[in-house]
């Protein structure tokens, strides 16, 4: 299952509806809703994800920008299949 490339894709489709949702309410002016929080939680966490990613792409020619964009945005739900050539790195 989780060598599937559908299964990493929806698990990224997911992450941008709730992404979504998050501005949603940061646009309707409700800053305080809880998914907010939880979306910048895991952006931050996203972040400090970066360098791991990088060390466990070493050697497969990964393109910076891709890393650091994939990484940003989904975290290890990009980078772990990245690192089992499920999705390209160049």
């Known amino acids: 299952m989780t060598n ?6 929806a698990s990224m489709v ?3 509806a709730f992404y979504t949702w998050a ?5 309707t002016g ?10 910048t939680i895991i952006l931050g966490l996203h972040v400090l994800e970066i360098p791991v990613a990088f060390l466990l792409l070493k050697g497969r ?3 910076p920008l891709r890393v650091i964009l ?3 945005l989904f975290g290890l739900i990009w ?3 990245a ?8």
């Not at 501005?23 to 646009?27: F, I, K, S």
């Not at 690192?83 to 160049?90: D, L, N, Q, T």
Request: net charge positive; charged share 15%; glycine share 12%.
């Open 61 to 63: 020619g990964a393109n």
């Open 14 to 16: 997911g992450l941008i």
């Open 30 to 39: 409700d800053s305080g809703h809880r998914s907010v929080l939880v979306a």
């Open 79 to 81: 980078w772990v299949p």
């Open 83 to 90: 690192r089992r050539g499920i999705f390209a790195v160049r």
């Open 23 to 27: 501005a949603l309410h940061v646009a």
């Open 70 to 72: 994939g990484t940003l």
């Open 4 to 9: 599937s490339k559908a299964f990493w894709i």
